[in-house]
């Protein structure tokens, strides 16, 4: 036996330090073996065990590698053990973690814990488990130094009952039992723990490690629900407290104390309120100190426990209380602090997020309730946001940066995405008046002065971020400033565009596109803004965001950019800015078929062709475009529209129905000129309709990449979808595009992100579909939407963020229309064909649907998707409520909703979810869901349309909680 000891302790060795790949290999797979024999029971307890002078046996690899032996044969073997084995067993592991109870490493004790832990969770045939290991410790206790062991085992007794993975044979029922059982323990272990601290806090030297053992214990044991049974307000008095508060104020054990602190808020009603009376410990004794000394780990850590405080119980923060606002400024101390990263400020978002949602509710139901909470809470707001204006701005390397490819930090990357809804609500609490007069302030009110473009560019970031509610409120701003912003940069040369003043460019084509509506009502010198996008078109790093804006101001202003200077301008842009412009006799020569088939045997000339061609025809859509504004129904005297399409539409079905579309960029310029023909002529293209789809979808499955066809088919269908006689036609195009083999293939987020461009267009062409054709032929179209709202289930989880929302944007278009046509009127519908054909499709997609939505709103890419996803949450529940006392109740109502919900929540990751968490969030969420889905059908029965953020105190209440949930889960946590 002995000479297996030998072989197993040098195989241990080779494995971690033989320089041969082959050798560790080889002793690897050895050591695999010989786990799965009856003699490595034996071998592995004796290591722990005897006292082996070999230099081989007696080290701590061995040991280790014993005590994981023991604890993975037990997990998967305990339960064949017979009594007598096991009761050896149990013997040796105690006597295992006397021995190692002060050393080496806490890691073997650990181990050895876990075995001694699981074996006796094994042993349940012998009565109630936890309670014939409580003699064991009291045993380990009452001997010389073995405290440490009896901490250790208390400590991860809890984990291996929640943690599901720990112990695959364990059914729910025996941890559930076996929760109950250790709970019953709770008053034994908090009185070992008390006695534990105060003889740590009794001695001359506080022993930090010490603090953290017992600290690591409690947390596992608040987890467990220790804390539950006793009442709330005994909790304050509770000794436990005193040693945590002590803690706080030792560097080794604060982490854990904070950790401590924040568990108990998220699951003690009566917590925060303790907590927060004593505010002024946390910034006087802690805080305050903490940030003249600049210890971010304390800062830190107490900005997390104050926001949690505040998450948990926003009602005790509108009262104002004198405690209230010192943990305002407290936070407001954290978030300015000028820490190298952003991981502080990002900690408080969510607090102070929820919170201007609380206040914003209240403020809503009565104007005395407004004027006392602004005059509170402005002030506090108003430093907030000069605060993140501070924080949102680039460090000091990256505005240094002059690199061709400048990237944000993750860290500020991240913020921003995390502040965008801050910052609208933000915006509503101070005002359009005080937050926009904010942002003009300093450098963009005088940019002819100094400029620090670090904060114009933040300026420039928060004013797109605050776009949307900015443009709901209706109160234009100064565009002047902008436009010299524009002229600032327009007059720089091409060297300088580089580094940091990229991101500057970017951030203000952003800006231009995202008000291009106030700019072009503003009389905007439209030359110079096209001049500045045509130029940023040329940047990579600035390109999207000008190409967008060009296309905002070309939707909003379209009169405008039809003037001549204007027009040629943007040929120009269109023709991608090229020097050499080939006269339109070159152009329409590659129009004929055989030329262009004689050319692709010469690369070079078929490609200068086709880029000829594509060019000619965006001046064609340009020309169409300059028809359809200027015109607009009246054809003139000549009818000249009417002769343009005669000699238009057979020149473009050539093209269709050549080979050359097999050119993406042609195929697009074709589909644009076809586009902008249809958009001007109206009816007088209604009798190409069938010729103008067949050849869509037919190139669309012939070249399934390019999504230009069903971009083009969208509007088709925006135009004529309301045409009952051509309805059949639309549900065949349709069918075309959603059996085709690109869409079919939509099977995992992973396949969706390859595609991004192609999801938006098939989710644009669905809902275009929904919107525009009339009832019948949506009815008539039931199987078609049980498939495609499945594949926009799927892409929903996508990591592309266009994609993503676009299928959500698909998703909740179907649920609008489908609620629409529920509040009808019976007498409107009398055969409710179209009410059945939603219901039926709800109540088969439903699931399925939840499910995708609860996973999109996991990881780090989640902030951006709450709002969406929220609002389709909410459109399922006021669907399950109107579907309650009908004839669907049957196959559509609050249970089905609540069980699609269940389902969803059981299906996440098992890494990402505390134990426990599914069945205290269900009953919370279904309450906000019921009084979300009464907004929702008070607002519509109103006539009431919502845009922007939700409104009404249960739409308010579902965000926070979906917001809460996203938040919490951005990262996995570390296993234990």
Not at 577 to 588: A, H, N, R, V, Y
Not at 770 to 789: D, H, N, Q, T, Y
């Amino acid at each position: 036996m002995e000479q297996l000891h030998v072989k197993v302790a040098q195989a241990i060795h080779v494995l971690n330090h033989d320089n041969q790949s082959s050798n560790r290999f080889a002793a690897n797979q050895w050591l695999l073996q010989f786990q799965q024999t009856e003699a490595a029971w034996q071998i592995a307890a004796s290591f722990l065990t005897s006292d082996l002078h070999h230099p081989f046996i007696s080290n701590y690899e061995v040991q280790f590698f014993a005590a994981q032996i023991l604890k993975r044969k037990i997990r998967n073997e305990g339960y064949s053990l017979q009594s007598g084995a096991k009761n050896a067993l149990l013997n040796a592991l105690l006597l295992a973690a006397k021995r190692f109870s002060s050393g080496p490493p806490q890691q073997l004790l650990t181990q050895i814990c876990l075995a001694l832990c699981t074996l006796v969770l094994h042993a349940a045939e012998q009565g109630k488990p936890i309670g014939n290991l409580w003699y064991c410790l009291q045993n380990l206790q009452s001997q010389h130094n073995g405290s440490p062991a009896a901490l250790e085992v208390l400590t991860v007794l809890p984990e291996i009952i929640e943690d599901q993975n720990s112990d695959s044979s364990m059914t729910s029922a025996q941890r559930y039992e076996y929760g109950q059982e250790l709970l019953a323990h709770t008053p034994l272990v908090l009185e070992f723990l008390i006695q534990q601290s105060e003889e740590g806090f009794g001695s001359h030297v506080q022993n930090g490690d010490s603090n953290r053992k017992i600290l690591r214990c409690l947390l596992s044991w608040v987890r467990a629900g220790c804390f539950l049974e006793i009442l709330p307000s005994t909790l304050s008095a509770h000794p436990v407290f005193n040693f945590v508060f002590s803690s706080l104020q030792v560097a080794s054990s604060f982490d854990l104390a904070i950790e401590v602190l924040v568990e108990l808020v998220s699951r003690h009603e009566g917590i925060p309120e303790f907590l927060l009376l004593r505010i002024g410990f946390f910034k006087e004794a802690l805080l305050l100190p903490a940030l003249k000394s600049g210890d971010e780990k304390v800062i830190g850590g107490l900005a997390c426990l104050l926001s949690e405080i505040g998450q948990a119980a926003p009602f005790l923060f509108v009262r104002a209380t004198t405690e209230a606002l010192v943990m305002a400024d407290a936070l407001l101390s954290c978030v300015t602090f000028p820490s190298e990263d952003w991981e502080i400020v990002d900690s408080t978002l969510q607090f102070w997020s929820s919170l201007a949602s609380y206040i914003i509710g209240l403020m809503v139901d009565s104007a005395e309730n407004k004027h006392n909470l602004e005059k509170c809470f402005v002030p506090i707001f108003s430093a907030l946001f000069d605060a993140l204006l501070l924080r949102a701005q680039v460090d000091d390397y990256t505005y240094n940066d002059h690199g061709s490819n400048l990237i944000l930090p993750n860290g500020l990357e991240q913020l921003r995405m995390n502040l965008v809804e801050l910052l609208a609500e933000i915006f509503q609490l101070l005002g359009s008046a005080s937050f926009i007069e904010k942002i003009f302030s300093g450098s963009l009110r005088s940019p002819s002065l100094y400029i620090s473009w670090k904060e114009v560019e933040t300026k420039l970031f928060i004013l797109n971020v605050v776009s949307e509610v900015a443009l709901n409120e209706g109160q234009h701003f100064d565009t002047s400033i902008i436009m010299q912003l524009v002229t600032l940069l327009s007059d720089k040369t091409s060297s300088d565009l580089k580094g940091f003043m990229c991101l500057i460019y970017k951030s203000l084509a952003d800006v231009i596109g995202s008000y291009a509506k106030w700019l072009t009502a503003s009389q905007t010198n439209s030359r110079l803004l096209l001049l500045f996008l045509s130029t940023g078109i040329l940047q990579s790093f600035c390109s999207s965001a000008c190409v967008y804006a060009l296309r905002k101001l070309c939707e909003e202003a379209a009169f405008m950019m039809c003037e001549p200077s204007n027009l040629d301008l943007l040929i120009w842009i269109a023709e991608g800015l090229e020097e050499k412009q080939l006269p339109l006799d070159d152009e329409d020569e590659v129009i004929d078929e055989g030329h262009g088939l004689f050319s692709r045997k010469n690369p070079s000339t078929y490609t200068e062709l086709i880029s000829s061609a594509r060019r000619g025809l965006y001046r064609i859509g340009t020309v169409f475009k300059h028809f359809g504004t200027r015109l607009s129904t009246d054809l003139g005297p000549d009818g000249s529209l009417v002769a343009l399409l005669e000699v238009f539409w057979p020149m473009l079905e050539k093209i269709f129905m050549s080979e050359h579309v097999e050119n993406a960029s042609l195929s697009a310029a074709a589909c644009r000129a076809l586009a902008h023909a249809i958009q001007a002529s109206g009816q007088h293209f209604v009798t190409l309709l069938p010729k103008v789809l067949d050849c869509l979808s037919t190139n669309f499955m012939s070249f399934q990449s390019h999504e230009c066809y069903l971009r083009t088919a969208s509007v088709v269908v925006e135009e004529f979808g309301s045409k009952e006689e051509y309805g059949p036609l639309f549900v065949r195009t349709f069918e075309r595009f959603t059996g085709s083999t690109s869409i079919m293939a939509f099977t995992s987020s992973y396949i969706c992100d390859q595609e991004p461009d192609l999801v938006e267009a098939y989710a644009s062409f669905a809902s275009s579909f929904l919107r525009c054709c009339p009832k019948e032929v949506i009815a008539a179209s039931g199987s078609l939407f049980e498939v495609s709202l499945q594949k926009a289930g799927i892409c929903c989880t996508a990591v592309h963020r266009g994609a993503a929302l676009s299928a959500m944007s698909y998703i909740s278009c179907f649920l609008e229309v489908g609620l629409m046509f529920l509040l009808e009127p019976m007498a409107l519908t009398p055969e409710r064909s179209v009410q059945d054909m939603v219901v039926r499709v709800i109540s088969i997609n439903g699931e399925g649907l939840v499910s995708n939505l609860v996973y999109a709103l996991l990881g780090v890419s989640a902030m951006s998707r709450v709002h969406k996803s929220t609002t389709i949450l909410q459109q399922f529940a006021a669907m399950c409520s109107l579907s309650e006392r009908t004839k669907w109740n049957s196959i559509l109502h609050w249970k089905y909703f609540q069980g699609w919900l269940h389902s969803a929540l059981q299906t996440v990751p098992a890494e990402y979810l505390k134990q426990g968490e599914l069945e205290s969030l269900i009953p919370i969420w279904m309450k906000a869901f019921q009084a979300a889905a009464s907004d929702y059908l008070v607002s519509r029965r109103s006539g009431e349309i919502s845009h922007g953020h939700m409104q009404g105190k249960g739409c308010r209440l579902l965000k926070r909680l979906i917001r809460e949930f996203a938040d919490n889960h951005r990262y996995i946590p570390n296993s234990t």
